[in-house]
């Protein structure tokens, strides 16, 4: 009998213990507290959403956040990440095909509501209300959960070269380019090289001409080889969020006359979706604002450059950060 009463004894007080544990949060790693405390009140046990994505790392790891944090709150969810192309994955937004994905307001801007990218509001914030609003009205397009992520068009080099040759921003390189051409070569993909918000773009706006010769059309994966060998081209085009730059130790000019739009990234949901789940705001706007465009380098590098599954990726980012109980 003195046995059974102490086993009692201790399971009530290991309940006790736990119970504790419970009350208190737990959550662990860096922003902790932010993330748990942010989203872990946000329940969705009576939500059934199907979560899409682009074809690229950087979206296979977002649509991993989103599916894990859904998941998380209690929801049913179906996975239809990576979906090939820009339009494809937004007529499967519109189309009721799935319900929500990551994208992107310059997108938005140029080529959902059809603006020239020379007219884009340089400020995130502005760019992003002007894309929402104008979004939501035309199209019933709900976008929600800004991120300071900036996945925009940007010039890059070695960092070695770029100290050498005292070039930090794109002022810079345009006077490289008119005094020193064979030193300014540039690497870039078609699509770039024709588009307004592109190289045309560019040498107007910086004011320089960079002679034909030095300026080669390739693949965008052969950057990351031929710019650090510097046998091909010294500079090439990047995105800004990609792994491969910081797996390169390659260094992005700062666009100091801000002429690329504003690639910042946010969710985005059909109007009735978001009505009928208001919650997801709360639930995604922590995990957005935590994210930034260097973390997202080191985590397209994990897939990219480690050949680490994006999935995983995604789990151990969220745990880290306390979006995960």
């Known amino acids: 009998m003195r046995i059974v009463k102490r086993r009692i004894a201790l399971l009530a007080a290991l309940l006790a213990t736990t119970l504790s544990v419970s009350a208190c ?54 996975d239809e990440t990576g979906i090939v ?68 068009y940007a010039i890059a080099t070695t960092a070695d070269r770029a100290k050498q040759l005292g070039i930090a921003t794109l002022s810079d390189y345009a006077e490289l380019a008119k005094t020193k051409p064979q030193d300014a070569s540039l690497c870039a993909a078609t699509e770039f090289l024709t588009r307004s918000d592109g190289w045309p773009g560019v040498e107007k706006a ?67 979706v978001f009505d009928k789940y208001p919650q997801l705001e709360k639930l995604f706007t922590p995990l957005a604002e935590k994210l930034t465009t260097e973390t997202m380098q080191k985590l397209n590098a994990q897939v990219d450059a480690e050949g680490l599954p994006a999935k995983q990726v995604a789990q151990k980012w969220l745990e880290d950060n306390g979006f995960l109980d």
């Open 206 to 272: 910086y004011g320089f001409t960079l002679p034909k010769q030095y300026v080669s059309e390739v693949d965008l994966g052969i950057i990351f080889t031929q710019v650090p060998s510097g046998d091909r081209c010294k500079f090439g085009e990047v995105f800004s969020t990609d792994g491969r730059i910081a797996a390169n130790d390659m260094l992005v000019l700062e666009d100091d006359k801000d002429f690329f739009v504003k690639y910042n990234l946010a969710m985005t949901t059909r109007e009735e």
């Open 85 to 152: 192309g820009t339009d494809t994955v937004r007529t499967a937004l519109t189309s009721g095909q799935i319900d929500l994905y990551w994208d992107y307001t310059g997108t938005g801007w140029t080529s959902f509501l059809d603006h020239k990218a020379t007219g884009a509001p340089s400020d995130p914030q502005e760019l992003f209300q002007k894309v929402a609003q104008e979004d939501l009205a035309k199209n019933k397009i709900k976008w929600f959960a800004l991120s300071p992520v900036n996945n925009s």
């Open 25 to 78: 949060g737990g959550g662990g790693g860096e922003g902790g507290g932010d993330g748990a405390g942010a989203t872990g009140n946000v329940e969705l046990q009576d939500a059934t959403l199907t979560v899409g994505s682009k074809e690229f790392t950087e979206q296979l790891i977002l649509g991993q956040m989103a599916i894990q944090v859904l998941e998380n709150a209690g929801a049913q969810v179906k």
